[in-house]
């Protein structure tokens, strides 16, 4: 029987799902396989379900010659080198759509706490640094009729800014690589560059995929950009992110707080500096951690892997040039 890889405990209906299908093993522990361990783990393995935390490169696919797929846990891949699985004729899958509302949730509640600096006062009632109904405390961001800024206009940022616009009435900037009616029609949507949505959004919420291109695209100049009233949110993936001109942003007042449900690396040292910001709000990457959304993440998963299995094309297929290239 096909032997599979399921490198963390993914909920049960996945796991339940995939288990007729193969002789499966399931990584036990909370924390990731080392490099070392998933690699031995997948010799002889034709199907692997990986995490965003893992790592899937050139030398791993050839230390598993028999892979016939790959199911990411995640919408992500950029853990994954998609020219090396395209390259050795691997379909990879991912999960897109079921985690949308749930990580453009995730956006809204961010901005709102890191907006009405929801992370500094909570710890400061606890703490007895609530002395009285202070008229000038903990005076934060208004949101309605403001400009939100979306970076990334795919599915997640439409969401998010449908929550704000519908809700907020807020004024909607965007930048893409391409343009996006959709958006543009529902949320009155506006594409621009980013350096004019940095000037001019109250609001800057990051959704685009980590790629070359992306990989440090927030530095010193885009913070120094926008406005020191801004709020700063990033669901999307750490490195996008310059940290260390995040954290003088946030320390000087360059701009006014910033909301992160990803960082770099994960999970951030409790010692980092943007944990010792009061201006900063970070959750440990739970923008899809909803029981429906993590089930629903754990079926599609399931179903790539299962038709990979079966030679058969994937439902949701990241590289699906593979295909072509097998013929
Ligand atoms: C989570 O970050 C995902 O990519 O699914």
Not at 296 to 320: D, Q, T, W
């Amino acid at each position: 029987m096909a032997r599979v890889f399921v490198a963390r405990r993914i909920p049960d209906f996945g796991l339940e799902m995939i288990a007729p299908h193969c002789e499966l093993e399931v990584w036990p522990e909370l924390v990731p396989p080392s490099p070392d361990v998933l690699k031995e783990k997948v010799k002889d393995c034709v199907g692997l379900v990986s995490l965003l935390t893992d790592k899937i490169d050139a030398e791993l696919m050839d230390a598993a010659p028999q892979l016939r797929v790959i199911s990411n846990f995640a919408v992500g891949v950029n853990n994954i080198d998609l020219a090396a699985a395209t390259q050795r004729g691997i379909p990879v899958g991912n999960t897109p759509g079921v985690l949308t509302e749930a990580t453009a949730d995730i956006a809204v509640t961010l901005l709102l706490a890191a907006a009405r600096r929801l992370g500094e006062s909570l710890i400061d009632a606890k703490e007895g640094r609530w002395l009285t109904w202070d008229p000038r405390g903990w005076l934060g961001q208004e949101l309605a009729g403001r400009t939100l800024g979306i970076v990334g206009m795919g599915r997640i940022g439409l969401a998010t800014a449908k929550r704000l616009y519908h809700g907020w009435g807020m004024k909607v900037l965007y930048t893409a690589r391409t343009p996006k009616p959709e958006a543009e029609k529902e949320v009155q949507a506006t594409r621009v560059d980013l350096d004019t949505l940095l000037a001019e959004s109250d609001f800057v919420s990051v959704h685009c995929d980590l790629n070359p291109e992306t990989k440090g695209l927030f530095g010193k100049s885009q913070f120094r950009k926008m406005k020191p009233t801004a709020v700063f949110v990033n669901t999307s993936r750490g490195p996008v992110v310059d940290q260390s001109a995040l954290a003088e942003a946030l320390r000087s007042g360059t701009i006014f707080a910033a909301g992160l449900d990803v960082t770099d690396p994960e999970p951030l040292p409790p010692s980092h500096e943007l944990f010792s910001l009061p201006n900063c709000v970070i959750a440990p990457h739970i923008a899809s951690a909803t029981v429906h959304t993590r089930n629903e993440m754990a079926r599609i998963c399931a179903e790539n892997l299962i038709a990979g299995l079966y030679g058969k094309p994937l439902s949701f297929c990241v590289n699906p040039e593979v295909y072509l290239s097998k013929h």
